[in-house]
């Protein structure tokens, strides 16, 4: 799995070398080497790199959301698939967690693992029209 690395670590106004951004994500140098090939901005090609610290706030922002995968309406995420996945009919369960929020529970139609996606309440109505939503007898009366 891939670390998160904080964007708000590095300081807008300050100028950065290879070994400081090493330091200051404890990476090592060739992790923060990979990162100038993969994109990341240094002021000029004379060495030592130097980097501005906004431009390495926003390449930490812009490497974050490189592996979100956004499921639609009808999808919950597959950890085994590593994509968005249709649920299996009928496998399909609403779990209520907390007074505001409760959690689809369901397998998946290509590998059969389980998946999980947390919803609102309020949204229930919209569920029921995505997926196949089984609710337990003590949820049918909330509804």
């Known amino acids: 799995m891939a670390k998160r690395y904080n964007p708000n670590k590095c300081k807008i106004n300050r100028n950065y070398s290879i070994s400081e951004i090493a330091l200051l994500y404890q990476v090592h140098k060739s992790t923060v080497k990979t990162w100038l090939r993969r994109g990341l901005k240094r002021i000029d090609n004379q060495r ?28 919950i995420y597959c950890m085994k698939c590593r994509e968005p996945r249709t649920p299996e009919q009928g496998s399909t369960v609403f779990e209520t967690e907390t007074s505001r ?43």
Not at 55 to 73: A, S
Not at 117 to 142: C, E, S
């Open 48 to 75: 030592p790199y130097i980097i501005l610290g906004s431009d390495l706030k926003q390449f930490i922002k812009d490497l974050r959301g490189i592996n979100k995968r956004p499921c639609e309406l009808g999808e």
């Open 101 to 143: 929020y409760g959690r689809i529970k369901a397998n998946c139609n290509v590998c059969n693992s389980a998946m999980n996606r947390y919803f609102r309440l309020a949204d229930l109505a919209v569920l029921q029209r995505h997926f196949a939503v089984i609710l337990p007898l003590q949820q049918k009366r909330l509804g």
